[in-house]
Nanobody
Framework: QVHLVESGGGLVQAGGSLRLSCAAS????????MGWFRRAPGKEREFVTA????????EYTDSVKGRFSIFRDNAKNTVYLQMNSLKPEDTAVYYC?????????????????WGQGTQVTVSS
């Protein structure tokens, strides 16, 4: 398992931006597909985005396409989520996740390592 710690959440007005970071330790970071998931109040956890081990491939849920961007720095063992044009419906706890695979996945059950989550609140 890889240990994950998220940071960068906070309160922002609609239309604003935030960058989340997820620092990994304990294993070879570049062996892991990385993903971001979120859980909004009263809703189930949902997939947001994922990035391949090299960073060359990414996948996004439709609601964030064009607004969010995932990227990673394998030298720093960190994955980032740049969130622009934020909307109140983006309010959620955001979780970083990792799994030791080769394909991108939207399925949370594939991911064996999870961070503790960071709160993002977007006010209208």
């Amino acid at each position: 398992q890889v240990h994950l710690v998220e940071s960068g959440g906070g309160l922002v007005q609609a239309g604003g931006s935030l960058r989340l970071s997820c620092a990994a330790s304990g294993r070879t970071f570049s062996d892991y597909v990385m993903g971001w998931f979120r859980r909004a109040p009263g809703k189930e956890r949902e997939f947001v985005t994922a990035i391949s081990r090299s960073g060359g491939d990414t996948e996004y849920t439709d609601s964030v396409k064009g607004r969010f961007s995932i990227f990673r720095d394998n030298a720093k063992n960190t994955v980032y989520l740049q969130m622009n044009s934020l909307k109140p419906e983006d309010t959620a706890v955001y979780y970083c996740a990792a799994y030791r695979g080769t394909i991108l996945s939207r399925t949370s059950l594939r991911y064996g390592s999870w961070g503790q989550g960071t709160q993002v609140t977007v006010s209208s």
